[in-house]
């Protein structure tokens, strides 16, 4: 079984409504159908990664290549997690969490994102949270990042629903034109003061040396 050589297909999160899991191929190519659909209002760009404005063809093939390549440059030391969330079986959207040097820096990084049609429900606040229990609780990081456009302000309020604060600016090029984003950190002690979903994990124990070396 594939599980037995690349144990990562065995992790799972569960919450109250979401799973979260690498996908096999026909979960990985809904999403791909969802991103080439447009996750945003396309007047805007949230992401850093400039996908908005390329042809909907592209955009799925950016999102397989994307998850493919993570497969394949996976590193204790260097790491990229990107799992489909799923509702009754249906895919919503995507959440990762990454890390360089987990096993001495203790600190992961997460990005996110959900089909339109799916926009408003709360799921990625669900999402956030059960990457931050894999983090925290089953990894035992000490801090995690997050960064959202000035005026991206549905990422913004997940995270300071989640105990994020600010943590500084960083700057990017947009379209041609220069944008704000805003930097955020969360450590252990405002993750559990915050903590308000639950979360559960399945077969991290036979993956965890993935993530720590």
């Known amino acids: 079984?594939?599980?037995?050589?690349?144990?990562?297909?065995?992790?799972?999160?569960?919450?109250?409504r979401l799973e979260l899991r690498l996908p096999d191929l026909a979960r990985l190519a809904r999403l791909g159908e969802i991103a080439?659909?447009?996750?945003?209002?396309?007047?805007v760009q949230p992401f850093a990664a400039e996908w908005t404005d390329q042809?909907?063809?592209?955009?799925?093939?950016?999102?397989l290549q994307w998850q493919w390549g993570t497969w394949a440059s996976w590193q204790p030391d260097n790491w990229s997690l990107g799992l489909v969330a799923t509702a009754d079986g249906r895919v919503v959207g995507t959440q990762s969490v990454d890390a360089t040097r987990f096993a001495v820096r203790r600190e992961v990084g997460t990005g996110s994102w959900i089909g339109r049609d799916d926009h408003?429900?709360?799921?990625?606040?669900?999402m956030r949270a059960a990457v931050l229990e894999l983090a925290f609780t089953g990894l035992d990081a000490q801090f995690a990042t997050s960064e959202a456009f000035a005026d991206n302000h549905a990422s913004y309020a997940v995270s300071r629903r989640l105990g994020y604060a600010d943590d500084g600016i960083?700057?990017?090029v947009i379209r041609g034109v220069p944008v704000v984003g805003r930097r955020l950190r969360l450590d252990r002690e405002s993750w559990?003061?915050?903590?308000?979903?639950?979360?559960?994990i399945e077969?991290?124990?036979g993956c965890r040396e993935m993530f720590t070396g």
């Open 36 to 43: 080439a659909a447009g996750v945003h209002d396309p007047a």
């Open 120 to 126: 408003g429900r709360g799921y990625g606040t669900e």
């Open 55 to 63: 042809p909907p063809a592209k955009v799925a093939r950016s999102v």
């Open 1 to 16: 079984m594939i599980v037995d050589n690349w144990p990562l297909f065995g992790l799972v999160l569960r919450t109250p």
């Open 192 to 200: 559990l003061a915050a903590r308000r979903i639950p979360v559960e």
């Open 170 to 172: 960083a700057r990017h």
């Open 203 to 205: 077969g991290l124990a």
